[in-house]
T-cell receptor, first 113, second 114 residues
Framework: SQKIEQNSEALNIQEGKTATLTCNYT??????LQWYRQDPGRGPVFLLL?????KEKRKERLKVTFDTTLKQSLFHITASQPADSATYLC????????????FGTGTKLQVIP | DAGVIQSPRHEVTEMGQEVTLRCKPI?????LFWYRQTMMRGLELLIY????????DSGMPEDRFSAKMPNASFSTLKIQPSEPRDSAVYFC????????????FGDGTRLSIL
């Protein structure tokens, strides 16, 4: 069955460093991958999308890579700030117009001042 | 612009009662999704609609759950009868039609069944 793995343990990082979060998947051939941020008591908020034919995508301090051979996506936040502390979810989607995405369980990031 | 609006934000009710969760999607969005989030299972898709028509309800746990979308600006998720294991946060999300569109989430309904 399809499986999406994100590090279930919280990631603690010092302010100013680069945070790297991992999303691994098995038994899945996604056409695209999305990353969302979720704050306590709030719904997820979309951050970035990367397609299967793209290796890397950037948006301000965020960078996402997508390796379909390794079946892995890495999500980087450079120059991390305490305001970046949140849970980050990856979501995988299929091809065509079908819109269902499958979410990972998320990784909680804590940026320490 | 108004985002996805869900009501109520919190619901506490006794086992066996009917629960109705409501969602108003973003105007112009053709697709609407209902999710359930728990610590153990994460964010699970229950059902999704496109142009008010249910497309995939394979995630609906059982017959106690039902969802409707009578028009483009309103959807409900109903649980009848409710059970303690239904306790979770329920999210509604909307998006434009088409693959890879980002989903816009409401802030959820925290449901507790006693």
């Amino acid at each position: 069955s399809q499986k999406i793995e994100q590090n279930s343990e919280a990631l603690n990082i010092q302010e100013g460093k680069t945070a790297t979060l991992t999303c691994n998947y098995t038994n899945y051939s996604p056409a695209y991958l999305q990353w969302y941020r979720q704050d306590p008591g709030r719904g997820p908020v979309f951050l970035l999308l990367i397609r299967e034919n793209e290796k890397e995508k950037r948006k301000e301090r965020l960078k996402v890579t997508f390796d379909t051979t390794l079946k892995q996506s890495l999500f980087h936040i450079t120059a991390s700030q305490p305001a970046d502390s949140a849970t980050y979810l990856c979501a995988l989607g299929g091809s065509g117009g079908y819109q269902k995405v499958t979410f990972g369980t998320g990784t909680k990031l804590q940026v320490i001042p | 612009d108004a985002g996805v609006i869900q009501s109520p934000r919190h619901e506490v009710t006794e086992m066996g009662q009917e629960v109705t969760l409501r969602c108003k999607p973003i105007s112009g969005h053709n697709s609407l999704f209902w999710y359930r989030q728990t610590m153990m299972r994460g964010l699970e898709l229950l059902i999704y609609f496109n142009n008010n028509v249910p497309i995939d309800d394979s995630g609906m746990p059982e017959d106690r759950f039902s969802a409707k979308m009578p028009n483009a600006s309103f959807s409900t998720l109903k649980i009848q009868p409710s059970e303690p294991r239904d306790s979770a946060v329920y999210f509604c999300a909307s998006s434009l039609s088409g693959g890879n569109q980002p989903q816009h989430f409401g802030d959820g309904t925290r449901l507790s069944i006693l």
